[in-house]
């Protein structure tokens, strides 16, 4: 079945340590993005990337950095420089056009202690 | 830069009545999408409904149904003969037609269907 993949779903860190995040899909979709969820706040834009080797920061890029070596993988590397990581962290999906439709994975939930 | 606002952080209705989430948005392009997004206790975003902001007929999806108002930027869901599975955080949001594709959400509403 077609779809996109995060794992893991949970991740635990400590403080100061850089962890990545996976996220695949086998949709064949050109662009991917990376959101964070917090509460009260929605979702908010971190990375997004429409073509392979190219990406584009988001709204709250600072202490993130990504990766698009391939058209199927869009990994998050979370950095020590995040003053605030713990959130769940979302991953989607689309055609070129992002007006039909994006898919989205399950979430990965950050917590770091 | 564009904003989308959710003025309902939470509301609550009982089964198959009918309920309606406001959204407001800004924006100084003419040429655009908006989108409502439920998400369920599992966390897995869903589209609900989608509506062109060049068209001017109201989409509908089953028991959801939008009512788009340019002019007042404005862009609510209606769910008729809501169900017990409604139950979710629903988000607005807003993409440009051209340039940058990227969604721009709102803080979502917490509707809870109640039996």
């Known amino acids: 079945d077609g779809g996109i993949t995060q794992s893991p779903k949970y991740l635990f860190r400590k403080e100061g340590q850089n962890v990545t995040l996976s996220c695949e899909q086998n949709l064949n979709h050109d662009a991917m993005y990376w959101y964070r969820q917090d509460p009260g706040q929605g979702l908010r834009l971190i990375y997004y990337?429409?073509?392979?080797?190219?990406?584009q920061k988001g709204d709250i890029a600072e202490g993130y950095s990504v990766s698009r070596e391939k058209k199927e993988s869009f990994p998050l590397t979370v950095t020590s420089a995040q003053k605030n990581p713990t959130a769940f962290y979302l991953c989607?999906?689309?055609?070129?056009?992002?007006?039909?439709?994006?898919?989205f994975g399950q979430g990965t939930r950050l917590t770091v202690v | 830069a564009q904003t989308v606002t959710q003025s309902q952080p939470e509301m609550s209705v009982q089964e198959a009545e009918t309920v309606t989430l406001s959204c407001t948005y800004d924006?100084?392009?003419?040429?655009?999408?908006l989108f409502w997004y439920k998400q369920p206790p599992s966390r897995q975003m869903i589209l609900v409904i989608r509506q062109e902001a060049y068209k001017q007929q109201n989409a509908t999806e089953n028991r959801f149904s939008v009512n788009f108002q340019k002019a007042a930027k404005s862009f609510s869901l209606k769910i008729s003969d809501s169900q017990l599975g409604d139950t979710a955080m629903y988000f607005c949001?807003?993409?440009?037609?051209?340039?940058?594709?990227?969604?721009?959400f709102g803080q979502g509403t917490r509707l809870t269907i109640n039996p």
């Open positions: 989607a999906s689309s055609k070129q056009n992002m007006n039909t439709e994006a898919f």
């Open positions: 949001a807003f993409m440009k037609g051209q340039g940058a594709q990227k969604l721009v």
């Open positions: 990337s429409q073509i392979v080797n190219d990406f």
């Open positions: 924006t100084s392009e003419n040429n655009y999408y």
